[in-house]
């Protein structure tokens, strides 16, 4: 076996010991994945992982880097480009990605990208 | 004394601030040893169309896209021109190193897909926490890393 693949084989040991535990967690963010345009919070990812709330979250981190409720925000925002590419209304984007509030969403969409999510649309549409 | 010295700084600090560049990846970089035959695994095996060939002299300026995202970053296909480069990938590739590594959606089936079409494996899809890996010979000197996360 080569270097690289011992090397992944030792740190995949030491750094994820658990295989259950992996599962769950990998579990958990295809749930964010398939159900991030519902009404899902916390509780209900952190039940896939079969985890207490606050253990889930530190778990999320450690094997993702971002907590789980960043990682939600950055799969809707992810999506509602990809729905303001093809023409949609900002209202439209909003309730398709899940959020309630017009205003929580241009405000986050803007925190993410810089851009209001009319201006990313003109943007697209001007520039491809 | 101090106020001598503060009043450039801050300005210096103010002039760096408002010219700031956003970087952005829009090529990388994969050393082959062919051009012609990286090219046609590149397109013909791996599935990423042809973006750019310009003719350089002796090489070509030779990028491909992914289908997904035509608009994306660039694979370039360099040619070696410099010979340490030679040693370079060689060391990596003997050490099973990969190059570079490309995302998809599902390791498993790209490595049964390119397996049916002749594509050698040095690791087969290998889960690593929440990532699963593989790494294949891209035919031109590189170990190239398959990622799903």
């Known amino acids: 076996m080569a270097f690289y693949n011992n090397e992944v084989a030792r740190l995949t040991k030491s750094l994820y010991p658990h295989d259950d535990l992996t599962k769950h967690i990998i579990q958990s963010k295809l749930y964010i994945d398939k159900h991030f345009s519902e009404n899902i919070n916390l509780d209900k990812i952190a039940a896939k992982a079969h985890a207490s709330k606050f253990h889930f979250i530190r778990l999320f981190k450690k094997y993702y880097g971002c907590t789980p409720n960043q990682y939600l925000q950055e799969v809707r925002i992810e999506k509602a480009k990809r729905i303001l590419q093809k023409g949609k209304t900002i209202g ?3 309730y398709a990605i899940g959020f309630r509030s017009k205003p929580s969403f241009i405000s986050l969409f803007k925190k993410m990208t810089g851009l209001t999510p009319l201006a990313y649309q003109n943007k697209k549409s001007n520039f491809g | 004394m101090d106020s001598d010295y503060s009043i450039p700084f801050i300005i210096f600090a103010e002039t ?4 700031i560049i956003c970087m ?10 062919d051009q012609k035959k990286a090219l046609k695994f590149y397109t013909g095996i791996l599935g990423f169309i042809k973006k750019t060939d310009v003719p350089m002299g002796e090489y070509s300026w030779l990028t491909v896209v992914s289908k997904e995202e035509p608009d994306g970053a660039e694979v370039v296909l360099e040619p070696m021109g410099f010979a340490p480069a030679k040693i370079y990938q060689k060391a990596l590739k003997d050490a099973g190193i990969p190059l570079t590594m490309f995302h998809v959606e599902n390791v498993q089936n ?15 899809p290998t889960q690593m926490g929440p990532t699963t890996l593989a790494v294949f010979d891209d035919t031109c000197g590189n170990n190239i890393q398959l990622i799903q996360v």
């Open chain 1, 92 to 94: 439209e984007v909003c």
């Open chain 2, 24 to 33: 952005k990846v829009k090529w990388i970089s994969v050393l082959v040893d």
């Open chain 2, 16 to 19: 760096f601030t408002f010219n």
């Open chain 2, 110 to 124: 790209e490595f049964e897909r390119l397996e049916k079409l002749g594509v050698k494996f040095s690791m087969k």
